[in-house]
Every structure is written in C-alpha cells, then in structure tokens.
C-alpha cells in the first residue's frame, strides 16, 4: 500500500518534470523562431544576426545548480537544528561542509553564524567576522536582505590568490528569523572555462564588462584591450551599452570590412554586462543547430535537477515517515502508524483465514519508577522492557507504543490461548529480570489483557476489549495476565 506521501511526492516530481520540460521547450523554441525571423526580416544576404538569449539562458542555468545547492543547504533541518542548538561541536558543521564540498565539486563550502559570527568552513572555523573589517562588509547587509541569496565576487578567505563566485543564502529559523549565511564558492577559472566551451560552440567572442566598462573576465583568445573604452571601433559606443540594460549595435573594427554585431545584456547576478560579439557569416544552419543542442541541455539539465531533487525528497520523505509510524524513544511502531498496520494485518488475516489477537501491556506502578528514579530512569525502564517484549514475539509480530508506559502487540496467526501464552511468557520475562538504572536494579512488572479479534470488529472496539481484560488484572492485584 502506498505512503500518501510518496503518492505526493510522485505527483510533485511529475509536475516539476512538465513544468522544466514545458519552460525549457518554450524558451528554446521562442529564441529559435525569433532568430529566424530576425534572419529573414534584417539580413538579406542571410546573415546570422546575434541574439545572446541562449546564452545567457545558459550562464543562468549554470548559475542553477549553485544556487540550489545553497539553497538545500540553507533549508536542511540539521544546519539549523545545530546552529539554534548552540553550535555544540564545530566538527559536526565541518564534516557536513565537507560532505557538500566533495559531493558537489564546489571550491568551498561555508556557514556563517549570526549569532557568534563565526567563519565555519570544512577545515573548521576559519576567522570570526568583524563588522569593522572592510573584507567582512559583504556579510552584514545580508541581515536584512529582501533575496533569499546574493551573488558575490571576491577573493577567497582561505586562499587570498584565488578569485571565487559565492552564492550566500540566508538562513532562517522555524520562525523565519535571520540565524546566518551559508553557501558555497565557484572559481572563477570554472565561468572562464565555461566561456569558452559557449565561445567554441556558438562561434562567437563572449566576455563580461563591469559598470566602469573593464574587461572582468574573458578567454584565453581575447587581446583586445582591457576596457571598452580601449576597443577599436567600439569605443563611440561605450557610454550607450553601460547606461542601458541590453544593447544591440553593429560596428566596425579600424582596419576590417566585416561588420561585428555585439549584443550586451546586464547579468543582474553579477551586475556585469554579458558581450557577445559575432562577425556576419551565414548563419540557417548554425541556428538549427542551436536549436537542437538547447534541447539536449534543456533534457539533461531537466533530468539532472529531477534526480537532486528526487533524491533530495526521498530522504526527506523517509524521515517525515518514520517520525510519523516509529515511536522514538523505543524504536516501536507509533500510535499513528498502529491504525495502518492493523488494516494491513486484519486483510491478511481475512484472506489467510487466520486468528489475529492483541496483547494490551500496562506497566505497574510506573509512576512510583519515575518518582524515584526521574524520567530519566522511567524512559530506561520504558526502553528495555520494550527491548525484551521484542525478543518475545515474532518479526511478524507488532510491538506499538501506545502512550506512555502503554503498549500494544498485535500477535498474527495466533488464537486466544495461544496469545495468552505468550502474554504470560512476556510477563514472566519481565519480572524475572530488574532493569538496571546507574547503580540501581529497578524491578518492573506488567498487566496484561488479551483479545482475539473477531470479524468486523473495528480497531477501538479490539483495544476497548483487550483494556478490560487489562483493567482486570490491576484490579486482582497487578502483575497477571486476563482475557477479554
């Protein structure tokens, strides 16, 4: 029988699967039909004008999965749970780092406390920031900060010699309140090397252009001056591209006919211009082929966020599961998840035409345990009696924690003498052997009612029984065993 939240989980992957297919379908059909219709309507010769929405859609894309690792780092329940816990065991933090670091190929990984402003990083903590020092000045915005995430270029703190793009995503509480920063840091020589796989592949120059028009980062080809101001031909036209958000020009560099369509759109991320420079040549079969490489990406891309995040949720999903049907102080089955495992097992019992019978447990004088010894000793006490219940019944067998010092055991194929049987076998078990507390030996001992099932017989009204039987034996003097 399917969890309902697997069942969610299926329609949630179904729907973010149509959702990326449907979005990147459309982005790469619109940038091809508008291309051809720029082709046919602006150049005659069917020159390939540029258009840098592909690539730019691409940068962004790359940009993705950074910004979805920080941001499943920002939202993990054990990042928060160890920071709101007071940031005991730093080792703890640096080994989670580390994990991230390796399993996702960043640079670095980072955690930054707003409580205590420490630095944390896979290598342990690293510095404590200091509102004072101008290179921790990135931090303290962030506080208040209406993105969930900045985007920052910078050298990084453990390797001076190394410019590094980091993605800091803030942290919240349950509550919502600001508790830190976490992320993680891409070399720069990584987006190098992505333009100029983009430069190879599209036949085009691509480099980035801050506000004051300095060249930030380009190929390893570019020799063309370290400002926009300095490029031939281009000069005339740097205050126009800096002063808008996208630009579209033709010009000619001094000394060469060919015309050069530059294209420069403002990377907000970065806030860096992205240029991309073409020279004229035929360009139909460069555009179909576009098209089709977008669409690999677009499928790989798809699949490779539909796996993180399948994975992501099957773990999360499992957990949810777990603290919903397992009792966690004893490992047993929850009052909650007792309802379908009943069902479960009144169906087989049903088909197999078997007994089915309940054992209702009350320990004695528990609370006199948990007077004496603290809830401490009490939850011991609870602990190995369930332990030993356990070695006492069969794998088919289910022990549940009905609520405090309460269990249930649903016996399958089994009838009422030989459930009584069992019963007393456990009783016997516990008050032969004392659970031992520290230094103390604490003798325990139970009641027990039994019940068989009988056909129809609803869930409440099996326990309503078997609680009789129970509330008979406390009343002939505790420590036996009575059937409904």
């Known amino acids: 029988m399917a969890h309902p939240v697997f069942d969610r989980k299926k329609r949630f992957v179904v729907i973010l699967a149509v959702l990326l297919g449907v979005g990147f379908l459309a982005t790469t059909l619109i940038s091809y039909y508008v291309a051809r219709d720029s082709l046919a309507r602006h150049i005659s010769d069917e020159m390939l004008p540029l258009t840098s929405d592909n690539i730019y859609s691409e940068i962004q894309r790359d940009l993705l999965r950074p910004i979805l690792i920080s941001s ?10 160890w920071a709101l816990n007071g940031e005991q065991d730093s080792e703890l933090i640096s080994n989670y780092l580390g994990e991230i670091q390796k399993k996702y190929g960043t640079i670095t990984a980072f955690y930054i406390s707003d409580k205590t402003l420490n630095y944390y990083h896979p290598d342990g903590i ?36 190394r410019l590094s793009i980091f ?29 100029e796989s983009y430069q190879r592949r599209y036949g085009r120059q691509i480099y980035f252009v801050n506000r004051d028009g300095e060249i930030m980062l380009h190929g390893k080809d570019y020799d063309l001056g370290p400002r926009l101001r300095d490029r031939p031909g281009l000069a005339p036209f740097a205050t126009q591209i800096l002063t808008a958000p996208s630009t579209t020009l033709t010009y000619q560099r001094d000394g060469e006919r060919a015309e050069i369509y530059l294209n420069s759109r403002l990377v907000p991320e970065f806030d860096w211009y992205l ?28 699949v490779a966020v539909l796996l993180v995040a399948n994975f992501t949720l099957r ?7 777990d603290m919903a049907t397992t009792d966690k102080l004893t490992g047993a089955a929850s009052r909650h998840g007792f309802d379908s495992i009943f069902e479960h097992d009144v169906k087989l019992a049903k088909r197999r035409q078997q007994p089915l019978s309940l054992l209702a447990i009350d320990l004695d004088h528990f609370k006199s345990i948990n007077d004496s010894y603290g809830h401490q000793g009490g939850d011991t006490v609870i602990q190995v009696v369930a332990a030993r219940i356990r070695e006492q019944i069969r794998d088919s067998d289910t022990l549940c924690r009905w609520g405090g010092e309460e269990f249930l055991v649903l016996l399958e194929n089994c009838a009422l003498d030989a459930a009584l049987q069992r019963a007393e076998r456990i009783r016997q078990i516990i008050s032969a052997k004392t659970v031992r507390f520290g230094r103390d030996e604490i003798d325990v001992t139970m009641s027990i009612g039994v019940a068989q099932y009988y056909p129809g017989e609803g869930l409440d009204a099996l326990i309503n029984r078997a609680d009789g039987a129970l509330y008979a034996a406390k009343g002939d003097g505790r420590n036996r065993v009575k059937s409904a």
């Open 275 to 302: 240029m991309v420079e073409q020279k004229n040549d035929s360009g139909k079969e460069r555009i179909d082929q576009t098209l089709l490489v977008n669409i690999l990406l677009a499928l790989l891309v798809t």
């Open 126 to 161: 690293i510095k404590v920031l200091d509102s004072d020092d101008p290179e921790d000045g990135w931090y303290f915005p962030l506080r208040n900060y209406p993105a969930d995430y900045d985007i920052n270029v910078d050298d990084d703190t453990v390797d001076r010699s």
């Open 72 to 81: 499943l780092m920002a939202n993990d329940t054990f990042v928060r749970d």
């Open 167 to 195: 993605i800091n995503y803030r942290v919240k509480d349950y509550a919502g309140r600001f508790i830190g920063v976490t992320g993680v840091g891409l070399s720069v020589n990584s987006v190098v090397a992505l333009i």
């Open 315 to 321: 773990g999360y999903q499992q957990r949810l599961i």
